[in-house]
Structures are given as structure tokens and as C-alpha cells.
């Protein structure tokens, strides 16, 4: 009985429903905002316009999504009250990658030698474009929402008359940055080795070149017509979503519309201002909230380099060693299941610090008092969380475009330092060419930081005002609540547009 009423209802209300398809990439680091973008789109709905969000994933990184929507929707035993729940999930295959061993669809479950396996397939319009058209077509949404990599969804979108919008996972300091070095002739640079981001707002960024991209890397050796297609893709869109704020990288949010890259902007972040999760009291988790409510205010350093960060064991052992020198307290999250700390090193170090090779309750620990400082890789979502919580950072970026995040980090937004400084070594996105950080200037930069009165506080001034900005920009009325809002009107609106004049003619 309750089954056909929902039934009813549900056709009944049809075109009182916006129906909106998100696919993320193969990576934690976007399938999470994504569904917590799904999440928002729904709350944003009206009482006269719901809001039915879909996250589209392949089956092996199901678990991801369904594990944010209980914690944001709570478990849902019974199917009934599923069902009343208005983010789902669709699954569609992850195809045969020659290479990669099947179920591994994730890039933090791709051994690292065959990540970029991972990239490739994402970008390959005969593997993925197939199984993520016929998804979309059987879904039959009122809009989509795709990552960046996924070019031909906005074909696709064209072909069914609906609006594709594209979600950025990445801030917009970033991504911008590495569309002028890769497209904008660089002739700022007198130096081969490093590079200047060319026609880029704000102070001169520069960045030595084994810290870029390896698509950036390869300048001479890459074709950029496909490059080429990726920004074409962006333009020819709908819109364009960020997970970020105008008032953090307000001039790089303005250069979008500026530059005429996109014909919409919404700056929906930086983070959902949803009660924080009640930790499932998971022991490990809890753990760690017990041993930070044992230390004084400001006094703990939290490390923790991502979802994907390869640290390698002779790195590990260094900054063991190099925490252990400074004599600071600290919470460490090592994702490393077969690294052991050095001989007598957990004796040694005892109760000031601890270590969690679990999953680790990122924002409950950064808005804990007792956190002084982040030792971060500069992940975008780690960056967003830091402001948010008011806590500052020192520096320690790893793969993709942390190092060019981390001069937004340092630079521009001063909030920060780097740990390593400049000069002292060779950093690199290859982890082969990169030189081991020594435990002894692990230890300088820690207590040169945790220091009262010193760099570390200035940052925190800083970082403090931004969290006051962050948040008076997600409540409401805020810049991204209102830019939230805009989003789902303008959606509805295009496709009152399509209802009335029917699927709109395919271009090019
Ligand atoms: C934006 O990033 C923050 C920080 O990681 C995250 O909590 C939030 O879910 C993201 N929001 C969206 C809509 O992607
Ligand atoms: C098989 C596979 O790749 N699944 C992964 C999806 O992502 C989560 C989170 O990274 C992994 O735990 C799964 O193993």
C-alpha cells in the first residue's frame, strides 16, 4: 500500500521536480563534494519545487557516497523511508582498463604505478562515454552535473535538450593557473626551470617547473588540442559550479566571467555548514577526540596528507624522527597500512602524540581548540576545511596542483608557511625526483610555528578573518548561499525553456 502511494505521488509531481544528475570522477577527493553538492541541490529545493539529486558512480565506489548520505540523512533500515530520502545513487559500469586489475576504480585504490590508468580511461571518450551516455539517457534528468574530464557529457546534455552544468572540485586560483600555463604563451620567465603563471591577476606566480602538473611537464612533448577540447567543453556549457568563495580567491573568480571561459559562474563554497556528523563513536575516531580534549588550546599539530599522498617510508621515518625532535604534540594520520615508527620511537614519544592509520574525523579535529597548526598537502578540500575552521597551515604539497594551491595558501592568502622553505631542496611532483625532507627541518618549521608570537600567529590572524568570511558566505543570504540559490533557479528556468520549446537543436 505505502509502495503505490509513493508511486503516484511520485509521477503525479513530475514537473514539480527537478531531476539532476551528478557523475563524479574516479577519486574520494570528488566523489565526497559531489554528493555533498547533491545533498545541498536537494535542500535547496522549494515546497513548490523539489529537488530529486542522482550520483552517478561505478559500483566499487558506491560505498563512498552511501556513507556520506547516512551520515547526512542518517541509516535508513527501512526501505520506505529510503525511498523519501532525495539524494539517490546510479551506478553504471567502470569498463575494462588493459592494466588494471578489476574493481579497482578509484584512485586511491590503483597501486601507484597504475594510477594513471585511472586518468586515462576518465578521459577516454570510447571507454567512458558509452556506459555514461546510456546512463544518462536511462536517467532522462531535467539537468546534469559533471566532472571536468567528462567532455562528451555536455554533447550528450546538448543532444537531450537539458543543461550540463560543470562542478569544480578544484579552487578556481588552481585551475586557472594551470589553464594559462598550458594554453597562454609563457614568455615571463627568464628562467627555464621555473615557470610564471602568464596574464594571471595578483602578484607574479612562480613555480619551478618539476613542481607542476605532469601534463604541464610535458609542455613540449603534449598535444594540446585536447587540452584544447577540455576548456571548448567548459565554455560551450551551461555554467560553471566551484567549490569555493568569491571572497577567498575573489579576483581569480572574477577572471571566468572576465575572460569570457564560461557563461556562468557559481561559487557554491567553501563548506556545507551542516551539523557535524556525530561521530559513530567508531573507536579510533572518538579516540582521537578523547586525547585532543586532554591537551591545552593551540597546542597540538595535526599532520595528514590526503586521501592520495604517496609518502614513501624513508619520508616516513624522517618526520617521525623530525616530530619527535621537536618536542611539539601532535596527531598524525599515516596512510601507510605497512609502515612501522622507528625502533623505541612510540615509547619515546608517549602521550604527545598519536598516530591514526584509520579514517581520521578531518573537520572535527580541525575545529577542536587544542589544534595550534595543519601540516597539509594543500588538497583543495583540506585548504577549504582549514579556513573554515581557523586553524593555519604549513605547507607540504605532494602531487597534481597542491604546489601551485599552496602559493595561493602562502602568497596570496597568508595564511600559512611552507615547511620546507624555499630553496632547501628539490620538491617535484615525481616521486621519484623528490629529496627527503630531514627530520631536523621538520622539527625547525614545527617549533618555529607552534612559537607564541611568531609566524604561526600572524597566520592565524589571518585564517581567523577568513573563517568569518566563509561562514557569513554560506549562511544565508550569504555570496554562496545566494550563488546556490541562482543555480537551482536558473536550472529550473532552462528547463522551462526546453518543456516549452522542446530538446534544442544539437550544435557542431
Ligand atoms: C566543498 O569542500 C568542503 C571542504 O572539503 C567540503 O566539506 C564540501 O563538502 C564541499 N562542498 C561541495 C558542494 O563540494
Ligand atoms: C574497488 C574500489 O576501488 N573501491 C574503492 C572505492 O573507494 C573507496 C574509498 O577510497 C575504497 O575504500 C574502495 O576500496
Known amino acids: 500500500?505505502?509502495?503505490?502511494?509513493?508511486?503516484?505521488?511520485?509521477?503525479?509531481?513530475?514537473?514539480?521536480?527537478?531531476?539532476?544528475?551528478?557523475?563524479?570522477?574516479?577519486?574520494?577527493?570528488?566523489?565526497?563534494?559531489?554528493?555533498?553538492?547533491?545533498?545541498?541541490?536537494?535542500?535547496?529545493?522549494?515546497?513548490?519545487?523539489?529537488?530529486?539529486?542522482?550520483?552517478?558512480?561505478?559500483?566499487?565506489?558506491?560505498?563512498?557516497?552511501?556513507?556520506?548520505?547516512?551520515?547526512h540523512y542518517g541509516r535508513q533500515r527501512d526501505p520506505a523511508a529510503e525511498s523519501t530520502i532525495p539524494v539517490k545513487i546510479a551506478t553504471y559500469p567502470f569498463p575494462a582498463v588493459d592494466g588494471l586489475p578489476g574493481g579497482v576504480e578509484n584512485l586511491g585504490r590503483a597501486a601507484p604505478a597504475d594510477s594513471w590508468r585511472i586518468d586515462?580511461?576518465?578521459?577516454?571518450?570510447?571507454l567512458m562515454r558509452p556506459v555514461q551516455e546510456a546512463l544518462v539517457r536511462e536517467q532522462a534528468p531535467d539537468a546534469l552535473v559533471t566532472d571536468v574530464?567528462?567532455?562528451?557529457?555536455?554533447?550528450?546534455?546538448?543532444?537531450?535538450?537539458?543543461?550540463?552544468?560543470?562542478?569544480?572540485?578544484?579552487?578556481?586560483?588552481s585551475s586557472l593557473a594551470m589553464r594559462h600555463l598550458a594554453l597562454v604563451a609563457d614568455v615571463a620567465s627568464?628562467?627555464?626551470?621555473?615557470?610564471?603563471?602568464?596574464?594571471f591577476p595578483g602578484p607574479p606566480v612562480r613555480i619551478p617547473r618539476t613542481e607542476l602538473p605532469e601534463f604541464l611537464r610535458k609542455k613540449q612533448e603534449v598535444d594540446y588540442s585536447m587540452t584544447n577540447t577540455f576548456?571548448?567543453?567548459?565554455?560551450?556549457?551551461?555554467?560553471?559550479?566551484?567549490?569555493?568563495?568569491?571572497?577567498?580567491?575573489?579576483?581569480?573568480?572574477?577572471?571566468?566571467?572576465r575572460e569570457g571561459y564560461v557563461k556562468r559562474a557559481y561559487f557554491i563554497g567553501p563548506v556545507s555548514l551542516r551539523p557535524s556528523p556525530s561521530l559513530d563513536a567508531v573507536g579510533d575516531s572518538q579516540h582521537c577526540i578523547d586525547w585532543l580534549d586532554s591537551k591545552p588550546a593551540r597546542s597540538?599539530?595535526?599532520?595528514?596528507?590526503?586521501?592520495?599522498?604517496?609518502?614513501?617510508?624513508a619520508q616516513l621515518q624522517e618526520l617521525a624522527l623530525g616530530l619527535e625532535a621537536s618536542g611539539e604534540s601532535f596527531l598524525w594520520v599515516v596512510r601507510s597500512q605497512e609502515?612501522?615508527?622507528?625502533?623505541?620511537?612510540?615509547?619515546?614519544?608517549?602521550?604527545r602524540g598519536m598516530v591514526v592509520t584509520a579514517w581520521a574525523p578531518q573537520t572535527a579535529i580541525l575545529g577542536h581548540p587544542a589544534v595550534g597548526a595543519f601540516v597539509t598537502h594543500c588538497g583543495w578540500n583540506s585548504v577549504l576545511e582549514t579556513v573554515a575552521a581557523g586553524v593555519p597551515v604549513l605547507t607540504w604539497p605532494m602531487v597534481f596542483e597542491q604546489f601551485i594551491t599552496e602559493r595561493l595558501v602562502t602568497d596570496i592568502l597568508g595564511i600559512g608557511q611552507r615547511l620546507w622553505p624555499h630553496g632547501a631542496g628539490i620538491r617535484s611532483t615525481r616521486h621519484i625526483e623528490n629529496e627527503i625532507v630531514p627530520a631536523q627541518a621538520v622539527a625547525r618549521a614545527l617549533m618555529a610555528f607552534m612559537c607564541p608570537g611568531g609566524p604561526g600567529d600572524a597566520a592565524r590572524n589571518r585564517v581567523m578573518r577568513l573563517a568569518a568570511k566563509a561562514h557569513a558566505a554560506?549562511?544565508?543570504?550569504?555570496?554562496?548561499?545566494?550563488?546556490?540559490?541562482?543555480?537551482?533557479?536558473d536550472l529550473l528556468e532552462a528547463r522551462g525553456a526546453a518543456v516549452a520549446g522542446g530538446p534544442k537543436s544539437v550544435q557542431g
Request: net charge negative.
Open 149 to 173: 574530464h567528462f567532455v562528451w557529457n555536455v554533447r550528450v546534455a546538448a543532444e537531450l535538450g537539458v543543461p550540463c552544468v560543470t562542478f569544480k572540485v578544484v579552487g578556481a586560483f
Open 474 to 489: 554560506m549562511a544565508e543570504g550569504g555570496s554562496s548561499h545566494r550563488d546556490l540559490r541562482r543555480l537551482v533557479d
Open 300 to 313: 597540538v599539530v595535526y599532520l595528514c596528507f590526503g586521501s592520495f599522498a604517496p609518502v614513501s617510508d
Open 120 to 126: 586515462v580511461a576518465a578521459f577516454s571518450d570510447t
Open 231 to 257: 576548456y571548448a567543453a567548459q565554455a560551450a556549457c551551461f555554467g560553471l559550479a566551484v567549490n569555493t568563495s568569491s571572497d577567498l580567491e575573489q579576483e581569480y573568480c572574477e577572471l571566468h566571467m
Open 1 to 71: 500500500m505505502a509502495s503505490t502511494t509513493t508511486a503516484t505521488r511520485s509521477s503525479s509531481s513530475r514537473s514539480k521536480k527537478l531531476r539532476v544528475v551528478l557523475i563524479p570522477f574516479f577519486a574520494t577527493s570528488h566523489i565526497e563534494p559531489f554528493t555533498d553538492l547533491a545533498i545541498r541541490l536537494a535542500a535547496a529545493g522549494s515546497p513548490s519545487v523539489a529537488v530529486e539529486a542522482t550520483v552517478a558512480v561505478t559500483p566499487a565506489n558506491v560505498s563512498i557516497v552511501q556513507s556520506l548520505l547516512e551520515r
Open 339 to 351: 609502515w612501522t615508527p622507528p625502533e623505541g620511537w612510540e615509547e619515546r614519544v608517549g602521550d
Open 190 to 199: 627568464s628562467d627555464p626551470d621555473v615557470a610564471v603563471v602568464p596574464r
